[in-house]
């Protein structure tokens, strides 16, 4: 995938920000210049790439705001100050040696990133839970995928992902629940809109609180009240069974559950759903009948059904769709999770969460601990289960936790509750944060900080929304002393003693994921870096050399789970975290803006990219700010009782009354006037998935006053 010739490095590679893993074709000339194009023929994105993409190799180039050497304080008091890498990795051996003796294994954890390599995440994961003796490693796929993960495992038996890219040609109905793809992952949606504009009768439903882009080729847009997901989505699971347009015989054959689930949808009446969603019952009977009369139904969805404390019942309520209209296991159809970032998938492929174990295996499975200890050499593996992303900081803020270890992740502008995530990062004994952008505002409370190798400056694997795996190569040299994640790690483990840490290349890391996943459901060890390099990437499970790599999940309708049968699951009760009050009567929903990624720390270096939205804003609906006397325009507080943050007020009737939308992307340091999203989010999660809750907080928004 890399060759070069006298004056010009090429090199086939994937874009590091989204989960739709689009192809980049890289050149580098002879001065060191970055250029870069769609790949044409990408099975992907088919020469396509979004603003984000495309503008990837300003990132790389523009290396003002790298970290390009290590740096230590000796003690909270002291700043930090440049050190070799062998002071920096004998420190964070020596302090984490300290805590372990101490206070045990559990007085240390990791925090990584849906962003890291499949290589840096299976080191990370041996490290800590086969070496130091915890399962404290989690990671920001937590804030963002977890409950899909859970709605997957309990529906399927597997955290799979069932459909390809290529239904989307095929399909006849989208749904689109709770994401903007438009916006978020936007080469996909190009495919749905090239394919709706191809074949004007596909039918398009979405169904979100606002009124986005992705909104512009529906053929019905449910404006619902935010929180009312399963509602919604139960109720046209009503009228589906009430028309008779439900798949007996993939019920009787293949599922379980149904006559469960038709009680509890028969508890509401279409009337009462639409009154709880505040949308017009003839639009609920509308989405049923598109959805009864598809041929091939695909359904997606990402944040604004994960990012609940009722995530997984979200994500049950949504599948349930596909399973009784046995929309599942065949061309166009089946229950599309989209991923947010652009490894999420492989991190849980090698087990990267609190847990998880290694090829998705159970953490809290005894069986499974020992089939990974013994491959791994060790004795055992830690029985107790790890803190969760949300857990991590509290822990860190009761003192629970001594040592946090922070990789390619910014938790002080991307967790929720973030005054509290400032308070327990300035409280910790010991973090080191290993990123490559001093920008990140998790930065300044390191006591160690440790640059790392960027985008295109090391080679490893990434797994997209759709199990495909593809490999990206080296191309340039990191800035500096940074190094590759996968080098600091292994000369961290070495330091600690530990055995199975001298890999001499960084496939061999690669093989040795391979190996474990040998005999499971995601099956990858016909792979290798050479295959991978030579056919391009391959969607798994790939269990023989031979095998070309499975496109769809099942097609033989034979499900993971026990009996071999879907589980059509029923929701229960439901509860947000926050309560709406008269003090705090507006529900706050927070998500991404098009030419952004996460906390900015590499988009917001990209001038292109900062001109399309320059600063935070609040959308509220011109009904709301009239209440409060606010002109478009003007500055306005956000607040409720864990923060506050300073904005200004755009009025758009493309918010539902009663509801306001703040970006995510601004932290402190990009933005004087603290457009900290992440102040007003609540911490409380989803009983099964973990999964914070970011999509509904009660705020109240004031005209602001010069004081
Ligand atoms: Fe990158 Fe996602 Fe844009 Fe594709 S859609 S270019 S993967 S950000």
Redesign the pocket.
């Known amino acids: 995938s890399t060759f070069s010739n006298k004056n010009t490095i090429k090199a086939n590679t994937?874009?590091?920000?989204?989960?739709?893993?689009?192809g980049?074709e890289v050149s580098v000339d002879k001065k060191g210049k970055i250029e870069l194009e769609?790949i044409e023929d990408h099975p992907?994105?088919r020469g396509?790439?979004?603003?984000?993409?495309?503008n990837?190799n300003y990132v790389v180039q523009d290396q003002s705001d790298r970290l390009t050497y290590p740096q230590m304080r000796w003690s909270k008091s002291h700043p930090l100050q440049r050190v070799d890498w062998d002071t920096a990795i004998d420190r964070a051996a020596a302090v984490f040696k300290t805590f372990i003796e101490k206070h045990g294994p559990d007085s240390v954890g990791f925090y990584i990133s849906g962003q890291c390599l499949t290589e840096e995440y299976y080191l990370v994961n041996k490290l800590t839970k086969g070496f130091i003796g915890t399962n404290n490693v989690d990671t920001n796929s937590r804030l963002c995928m977890s409950s899909a993960v859970m709605g997957y495992v309990k529906t399927l038996g597997e955290d799979s992902v069932p459909i390809a890219y290529e239904d989307i040609e095929i399909a006849d109905t989208f749904l689109i629940a709770g994401a903007n793809p438009a916006w978020c992952?936007?080469?996909?949606y190009r495919r749905i809109e090239q394919h709706k504009e191809k074949n004007p009768d596909t039918k398009i439903i979405v169904i979100d609180p606002r009124v986005t882009d992705s909104c512009s080729h529906a053929d019905l847009h449910l404006q619902l009240r935010p929180g009312t997901d399963i509602t919604l989505l139960q109720a046209i699971g009503r009228v589906l069974i009430e028309n008779g347009n439900i798949d007996l015989n993939f019920i009787q054959n293949h599922a379980d559950g149904f006559e469960s689930y038709k009680e509890e949808v028969f508890q509401t009446s279409i009337a009462d759903a639409a009154q709880i969603c505040a949308i017009p019952e003839t639009d609920i009977r509308l989405a049923a009948q598109y959805i009864g009369n598809a041929k091939a139904f695909l359904s997606m969805w990402t944040m604004g059904l994960n990012q609940s404390t009722q995530g997984v019942n979200n994500n049950f309520a949504l599948i349930n769709l596909n399973l009784i209209t046995g929309q599942i296991g065949k061309p166009g159809a089946g229950p599309f999770s989209l991923t947010g970032q652009?490894n999420a998938m492989g991190g849980r492929e090698v087990g990267g969460m609190a847990t998880l174990l290694a090829a998705h295996r159970n953490q809290a499975n005894p069986e499974h601990r020992d089939e990974v200890a013994k491959f791994w050499g060790v004795d055992s593996m830690p029985d107790k289960p790890g803190l969760t992303a949300t857990q991590m900081f509290d822990a860190l803020d009761s003192g629970e936790l001594k040592a946090l270890w922070i990789i390619c992740t910014n938790p002080s502008v991307s967790m929720p509750d973030a005054n509290l995530v400032d308070r327990a990062l300035k409280k910790a004994k010991f973090v080191i944060v290993q990123d490559i952008s001093y920008k990140s505002d998790t930065v300044k409370y390191a006591d160690l900080v440790l640059p790392a190798a960027g985008w295109l400056e090391k080679e490893g694997t990434m797994t997209?929304s759709e199990r495909r795996i593809s490999y990206l190569p080296k191309v340039v040299d990191a800035p500096g002393e940074a190094l590759p994640d996968n080098e600091i790690l292994m000369r961290f483990a070495r330091k600690m003693g530990y055995h199975g840490f001298d890999f001499e290349t960084i496939q061999d890391i690669y093989l040795e994921h391979c190996q474990l996943t040998k005999g499971t459901n995601i099956d990858i060890s016909g792979l290798n870096y050479d295959r991978l390099k030579k056919e391009g990437s391959v969607q798994w499970p790939v269990p023989s050399e031979g095998h070309p790599g499975t496109k769809r999940l099942f097609e033989d309708k034979v499900f993971y789970t026990p009996n071999k049968k879907a589980q059509i699951l029923t929701t229960g009760i439901s509860n947000q975290g926050d309560m709406i009050s008269t003090d705090f009567p507006l529900i706050l929903t927070t998500g991404r803006i098009r030419d952004q990624?996460h906390t900015m720390t590499r988009t917001g270096k990209v001038s292109k990219l900062n001109k399309h939205i320059a600063k935070p804003y609040l959308e509220i609906h011109p009904a709301d700010a009239k209440k409060r006397d606010i002109a478009d325009g003007s500055p306005v507080i956000v607040k409720n009782e864990r923060g506050e943050v300073k904005v200004t007020a755009t009025l758009t009737d493309k918010i539902k009354q009663g509801v306001v939308f703040l970006p995510m992307h601004w932290g402190k340091i990009l933005e004087s006037n603290f457009g900290r999203a992440n102040n007003l989010t609540n911490k409380a999660f989803d009983p099964i998935s973990k999964q914070p809750g970011f999509k509904y907080s009660a705020v109240e928004v004031e005209k602001f006053v010069k004081p």
């Open positions: 994937t874009c590091s920000y989204c989960g739709v893993g689009c980049i769609g992907v994105s396509m790439l979004c603003s984000k993409g495309r990837l992952h936007p080469i996909l652009p997209n990624w």
